[in-house]
């Protein structure tokens, strides 16, 4: 437990105060609240499995507590979370992929932020070349008198 107090005092005065008014009359550490509620939402585990992870670890808590945890904290860390990602990235990359599907060849194309993360993704049956000698076909055929 001193250790879970030492990481508590090395919070920034006017952070260190924030935190302890949050998290006043709670039986355990801020992190530990933390770290039970990110797993909630991070993992989609139920109260039970993480009371279970958590008694691996030699913190003995009920998954009544955590449920508790989660319900109080979670909106809070899901704002956090909005706020700090206000929307996509200035930079995009389109990524062709090829796919055999059923042994029929596909065209994957996937816009990826800069950040690495998929933004969209399409499925296409036909290659751009296929798809414009199709349309200058019917335009063709359209046309002729």
């Given at each position: 437990?001193?250790?879970?107090?030492?990481?508590?005092?090395?919070?920034?005065p006017q952070i260190h105060s924030l935190v302890m008014n949050i998290y006043k009359r709670h039986r355990f550490p801020p992190e530990i609240i933390q770290y039970a509620v990110w797993l909630y939402y991070r993992f989609n585990l139920s109260h039970?499995?993480?009371?279970?992870?958590?008694?691996?670890?030699?913190?003995?808590?009920?998954?009544?507590?955590?449920r508790l945890w989660c319900n109080k904290f979670g909106p809070e860390y899901a704002r956090r979370l909005k706020k700090k990602r206000n929307g996509f990235d200035d930079t995009f990359f389109i990524d062709e992929v090829f796919v055999k599907i059923n042994g029929v060849q596909h065209y994957l194309w996937r816009a990826v932020n800069q950040d690495g993360d998929v933004v969209d993704v399409y499925l296409q049956g036909k290659?751009?070349?296929?798809?414009?000698?199709d349309r200058s076909r019917t335009t063709i055929s359209e046309c002729s008198c």
């Open positions: 437990m001193t250790f879970v107090l030492m990481v508590l005092t090395s919070y920034p039970r499995d993480i009371e279970d992870l958590l008694s691996e670890r030699g913190i003995e808590v009920s998954c009544e507590a955590i290659s751009h070349e296929e798809i414009q000698i």
